[in-house]
T-cell receptor, first 114, second 114 residues
């Protein structure tokens, strides 16, 4: 069975500081990993994905994520946080096996203070 | 703009009433999905359709039915609404069941059952 864990309900950082939002996963086969962001009263927007290749993936708005197979993790990072990064972030995973759907974590609220 | 369109955006139902949530995509995607979002629960998969003519249950299918009307449209029906179905419902689509790409999400339907 597939599962995703986001251990932190909320992450607070000061503007200009680096941020990390954690994600661990469990999946049969090789994983496809994703990060989405949701702003208030909006749908989910795609940030970045890991399919194969380099473990460090770069995405939209300066975000990046590092795939760590041994630790089954896919943490989202940004070197310098902006107040506008404040939002709800979801990690998602699916197996590379055909016919499976994305499974989402419970979400982490990122709050960036000025 | 190309994307996923959900109707209605807001709905209030009385317990026991029925309704259908509509979803349409114009990206020629093969696969479509229905999720519900509840505070602290993240997104949970209700049903999905890997391709036209097929539907499969997700994590929380009870109380719902779906119809893949054609390649573009995937509707979600509540036959007898219950307060536990108060939620925000998101429809999504992707190119193919086994593709490594992320999903495109609609803007959501906020449903309240009283």
């Amino acid at each position: 069975a597939q599962s995703v864990a986001q251990p932190e309900d909320q992450v607070n950082v000061a503007e200009g500081n680096p941020l990390t939002v954690k994600c661990t996963y469990s999946v049969s086969g090789n994983p496809y990993l994703f990060w989405y962001v949701q702003y208030p009263n909006r749908g989910l927007q795609f940030l970045l994905k890991y399919i194969t290749g380099d473990n460090l993936v770069k995405g939209s708005y300066g975000f990046e994520a590092e795939f760590n197979k041994s630790q089954t993790s896919f943490h989202l990072k940004k070197p310098s946080a902006l107040v506008s990064d404040s939002a709800l972030y979801f990690c998602a995973v699916r197996s590379n096996q055909a016919g499976t759907a994305l499974i989402f974590g419970k979400g982490t609220t990122l709050s960036v203070s000025s | 703009n190309a994307g996923v369109t959900q109707t209605p955006k807001f709905q209030v139902l009385k317990t026991g009433q029925s309704m259908t949530l509509q979803c349409a995509q114009d990206m020629n995607h093969n696969s479509m999905y229905w999720y519900r979002q509840d505070p602290g629960m993240g997104l949970r998969l209700i049903y999905y359709s890997a391709s036209e003519g097929t539907t499969d249950k997700g994590e929380v299918p009870n109380g719902y039915n779906v119809s893949r009307l054609n390649k573009r449209e995937f509707s979600l029906r509540l036959e007898s609404a219950a307060p536990s179905q108060t939620s925000v419902y998101f429809c999504a689509s992707s190119e193919a069941p086994g593709d490594p790409y992320g999903y495109t999400f609609g803007s959501g339907t906020r449903l309240t059952v009283v």
